[in-house]
C-alpha cells in the first residue's frame, strides 16, 4: 500500500441509493478512498453483482475489503459450528475476491474457558487449512484476525500479532476502539498508541506498518469490555493522538471507521490524520 486510506464500514448514510456499487460511488464523491463490504449478516452477493462492484471499485479508485459474518467461532464445542464458521470466512474470501477486496476480516474465537494457548493452537491449525485452501484455489485475499472488544473473545492485541506471525497468509486487523474498551479504558495515550505500533513492527517489520488495516470508532465500554459505538466526538477516544502516531510511524494501509455517523467520523480522521 502506497499511503494511508481512509473509509466506512459499509455503503455511507448518505448515498442516494442501497447497495455497495451506489456506496462505492458516494465514497469517491466525500473524497474518501476505501469501503468495507460489510458481510456480517451473511454472504448473500451473488457472483455477477460481485463483479460489477469490482468494476465501480476501480472506476472511482476506491480500495474494498470484507468484514465476515459475526456468527464465526472457530473454538467452538461444536464441530458443525466449527465447519461453518470456517465456510462463512471462505465464502467470504471467494466473493471478496471477486469484488477486487484485498482483506477478509472476522472475530476469530471465545475462550470458553479455555487457555490463550490451547485456543491458539486450535484456531492457527484451521487458519493454516483455510490459507491452504485459499491458495490453492488462487483466492488472493489476506485473512484479518481483528483485536476484540471483550476479555470473553479470543484476540488480544498479543493474540492477534501471533497469528500473524505464525501463517503465512495471515495479517491482523487493528481495532483501536476494541483494543479501548477491552482494556476498560487503556490505549488511548500517545505512548500506548506508539507502543501498538511498536508491536506490530516488532512482530511483521516494515511490511506490517505498510499493510495496515484498521477500525476506528467511539465506544461505549464497561468492566466487560464493549457496550456499542459511538460518534467521535461523543465518546473519550483520543483520536487526534491516535492520527499523529499514524503520521508519525508512516504507516499504510486502511483506516474503516465504524462509528455510527460512517462517513462524518472518516472524513474527521482523514482531516485530523492531514494536518
Do not use: W
Not at 41 to 62: C, D, F, I, L, S
Not at 67 to 78: G, T
Not at 127 to 141: A, K, N, P, Y
Not at 147 to 152: E, I, M, Y
Amino acid at each position: 500500500m502506497k499511503q494511508l486510506l481512509f473509509g466506512t464500514a459499509g455503503a455511507p448514510l448518505s448515498s442516494k441509493k442501497k447497495g455497495s456499487i451506489e456506496g462505492i460511488r458516494r465514497i469517491a464523491e466525500l473524497g474518501l478512498d476505501c469501503m468495507e463490504l460489510e458481510f456480517v449478516r451473511g454472504v448473500r452477493m451473488k457472483e455477477e453483482t460481485a463483479a460489477n462492484v469490482r468494476q465501480a471499485a476501480e472506476e472511482e479508485n476506491v480500495a474494498l475489503s470484507v468484514h465476515a459474518p459475526y456468527y464465526i467461532n472457530l473454538n467452538s464445542a461444536e464441530e458443525e459450528k466449527i465447519e461453518a464458521s470456517i465456510e462463512r470466512i471462505y465464502q467470504s474470501a471467494r466473493i471478496g475476491a471477486l469484488c477486487g477486496a484485498s482483506s477478509i476480516v472476522f472475530h476469530p474465537a471465545y475462550y470458553l474457558g479455555q487457555s490463550s494457548e490451547k485456543v491458539m493452537e486450535k484456531v492457527n491449525g484451521l487458519l493454516e487449512g483455510l490459507t491452504s485452501r485459499l491458495t490453492d484455489e488462487g483466492i488472493d485475499v489476506v485473512l484479518r484476525p481483528e483485536t476484540t472488544g471483550k476479555a470473553t473473545q479470543f484476540g488480544s492485541l498479543e493474540e492477534t500479532l501471533m497469528m500473524a506471525t505464525d501463517i503465512e497468509g495471515v495479517m491482523p486487523c487493528i481495532d483501536f476502539s476494541h483494543l479501548h474498551a477491552r482494556s476498560c479504558g487503556e490505549y488511548n495515550t500517545m505512548e500506548e498508541f506508539r507502543s501498538v505500533l511498536e508491536s506490530v513492527e516488532n512482530a511483521l517489520g516494515r511490511d506490517g506498518l505498510d499493510n495496515m488495516h484498521c477500525h476506528v470508532s467511539g465506544i461505549a465500554y464497561g468492566e466487560k469490555g464493549e457496550k456499542n459505538h459511538l460518534v467521535l466526538q461523543e465518546s473519550d477516544l483520543n483520536y487526534s493522538d491516535m492520527m499523529t502516531a499514524f503520521r508519525e510511524f508512516h504507516i499504510k494501509g486502511l483506516v474503516i471507521c465504524e462509528s455510527p455517523n460512517l462517513e462524518d467520523d472518516a472524513l474527521l480522521l482523514k482531516k485530523t490524520f492531514s494536518n
